[in-house]
T-cell receptor
Framework: NAGVTQTPKFQVLKTGQSMTLQCAQDMNHEYMSWYRQDPGMGLRLIHY???????DQGEVPNGYNVSRSTTEDFPLRLLSAAPSQTSVYFC????????????FGEGSRLTVL | GDSVTQMEGPVTLSEEAFLTINCTYT??????LFWYVQYPGEGLQLLLK?????DKGSNKGFEATYRKETTSFHLEKGSVQVSDSAVYFC????????????FGTGTRLLVSP
């Protein structure tokens, strides 16, 4: 049982480049989300999805796109990377109909030069 | 909007000392409250939770009580171990049925032998 798997674990980009952070879960969770973690600011919600084909914005969505074509996958796309997007990104999933536990991936550290 | 405030760290303790990490929240309605822990190099994992006023969550010797009158959810442990060294996040979610957690900024705990 792999849980939540994120790739890559580390990435260095130049300003203006694009990339996709991959997230996959094997727990059949309806809910998936992306957070970014920055020093002194805790975790902030970027985008989330309550099921396949449904996505919505979180607290800090600008500069990021998401899609949810399957229950298992929830990729996060940076279309034109900026230094302000240097951060650690976490994907998390959970069951859809109750407030409660989120299962987190190990994180992806992104540096934008 | 909803928010969570945690005490700033780092909190530095000797092994077997008593731990308190303060957490207060602001929310409309009656949120569920959580403590998550992040060990070095890992994603967050749920430590304990409480879903209504006066509930006490407990796990691995840690405890926290949902205090509606003081809007608090302080984390306590009677005797910390070196292996408890980690970052602890207080979080809340509303009761609309999904896991849109709002996190505090995190408190780093360092336990020395």
């Amino acid at each position: 049982n792999a849980g939540v798997t994120q790739t890559p674990k580390f990435q260095v980009l130049k300003t203006g480049q694009s990339m996709t952070l991959q997230c996959a879960q094997d727990m059949n969770h309806e809910y998936m989300s992306w957070y970014r973690q920055d020093p002194g600011m805790g975790l902030r919600l970027i985008h989330y999805s309550v099921g396949a084909g449904i996505t919505d914005q979180g607290e800090v969505p600008n500069g990021y796109n998401v899609s949810r074509s399957t229950t298992e996958d929830f990729p996060l796309r940076l279309l034109s990377a900026a230094p302000s997007q240097t951060s650690v990104y976490f994907c998390a999933s959970g069951r859809g109909q109750s407030t409660g536990e989120l299962f987190f991936g190990e994180g992806s550290r992104l540096t934008v030069l | 909007g909803d928010s969570v405030t945690q005490m700033e760290g780092p909190v530095t303790l000797s092994e077997e000392a008593f731990l308190t990490i303060n957490c207060t929240y602001t929310a409309t309605g009656y949120p569920s409250l959580f403590w998550y822990v992040q060990y070095p190099g890992e994603g967050l994992q749920l430590l304990l939770k409480a879903t209504k006023a006066d509930d006490k969550g407990s796990n691995k010797g840690f405890e926290a009580t949902y205090r509606k009158e003081t809007t608090s959810f302080h984390l306590e442990k009677g005797s910390v171990q070196v292996s408890d060294s980690a970052v602890y996040f207080c979080a809340l979610s509303d009761r609309k049925g999904f896991q849109k957690l709002v996190f505090g900024t995190g408190t780093r705990l360092l336990v020395s032998p």
